[in-house]
């Protein structure tokens, strides 16, 4: 089965066999919600291309980005691992596609393979740390340096260079006011290390947004082999 995403592609002959029997290609259209905050998760979704955002929400509505993945994780491993219902909302911000499996014929593989259940706790330590290193990042480091970081995490995530992400979007990932996004992105335009038109961001120069980013960056991606 030819598929990106680092789980599966990173599996042995014989698991890859498993997955391949019970696995369905999935569309992952941006905005699509894979399970919601406190509801009950269905599959286990791998994706191949694009990047999934989990989001912790407020009573009120308000949303704050905690983690993201991309082909080096698995929404919704924690279904398999627990009986638990999702502690955030998994949604995807930049779309993508990649292969699907029912959580309970998730967990029975996982049962049977070791590596399995080890690449899925992986993944999910990978979230852990993140949303760890977000909330510290939150409260200590300025605008300019969060977006940096955040660029640089969707690079790795995606594996591209281009993003297709709203000053709107951002905003809300990061708690801050769109003004805020739009002059930082102004600044990293000025400088030459991002081209920005129409919704899309170009990364120009990944070094010099890495000398601008916070320490999160490095700090929260040890788990998911961050900075390529």
């Given at each position: 089965?030819?598929?990106?995403?680092?789980?599966?592609?990173?599996?042995?002959?014989?698991?890859?066999?498993?997955l391949a029997?019970?696995?369905?290609?999935?569309?992952?259209?941006?905005?699509?919600?894979?399970?919601?905050?406190?509801?009950?998760?269905?599959?286990?979704?791998?994706?191949?291309?694009?990047?999934?955002?989990?989001?912790?929400?407020?009573?009120?509505?308000?949303?704050?980005?905690?983690?993201?993945?991309?082909?080096?994780?698995?929404?919704?491993?924690?279904?398999?691992?627990?009986?638990?219902?999702?502690?955030?909302?998994?949604?995807?911000?930049?779309?993508?596609?990649?292969?699907?499996?029912?959580?309970?014929?998730?967990?029975?593989?996982?049962?049977?393979?070791?590596?399995?259940?080890?690449?899925?706790?992986?993944?999910?330590?990978?979230?852990?740390?993140?949303?760890?290193?977000?909330?510290?990042?939150?409260?200590?480091?300025?605008?300019?340096?969060?977006?940096?970081?955040?660029?640089?995490?969707?690079?790795?995530?995606t594996?591209?260079?281009?993003?297709?992400?709203t000053?709107?979007?951002?905003?809300?990932?990061?708690?801050?006011?769109?003004?805020?996004?739009?002059?930082?992105?102004?600044?990293?335009?000025?400088?030459?290390?991002?081209?920005?038109?129409?919704?899309?961001?170009?990364?120009?120069?990944?070094?010099?947004?890495?000398?601008?980013?916070?320490?999160?960056?490095?700090?929260?991606?040890?788990?998911?082999?961050?900075?390529?």
């Amino acid at each position: 089965m030819a598929n990106r995403n680092s789980i599966i592609q990173n599996a042995s002959p014989a698991l890859q066999k498993e997955l391949a029997r019970v696995a369905q290609p999935i569309d992952l259209p941006q905005g699509k919600i894979l399970f919601e905050q406190d509801g009950q998760i269905d599959l286990v979704v791998f994706p191949d291309r694009g990047m999934v955002s989990f989001v912790g929400l407020t009573t009120k509505g308000d949303a704050l980005e905690i983690a993201m993945i991309g082909r080096d994780g698995a929404a919704g491993a924690s279904s398999v691992l627990t009986d638990e219902k999702a502690y955030c909302r998994a949604t995807m911000q930049i779309a993508g596609a990649g292969t699907a499996i029912p959580v309970r014929v998730a967990r029975d593989l996982a049962l049977a393979h070791a590596e399995l259940r080890k690449a899925l706790v992986d993944s999910e330590q990978l979230v852990v740390r993140q949303a760890i290193q977000s909330a510290v990042c939150v409260a200590t480091h300025d605008v300019a340096s969060r977006f940096a970081r955040w660029l640089l995490r969707c690079r790795d995530a995606t594996q591209t260079d281009i993003l297709g992400l709203t000053h709107e979007y951002i905003a809300q990932m990061l708690a801050v006011r769109r003004a805020s996004v739009s002059a930082a992105a102004h600044d990293l335009q000025e400088r030459g290390l991002i081209r920005y038109h129409r919704g899309v961001i170009h990364i120009l120069d990944a070094k010099g947004i890495h000398d601008i980013s916070c320490e999160c960056y490095e700090k929260q991606d040890q788990v998911g082999g961050a900075g390529r």
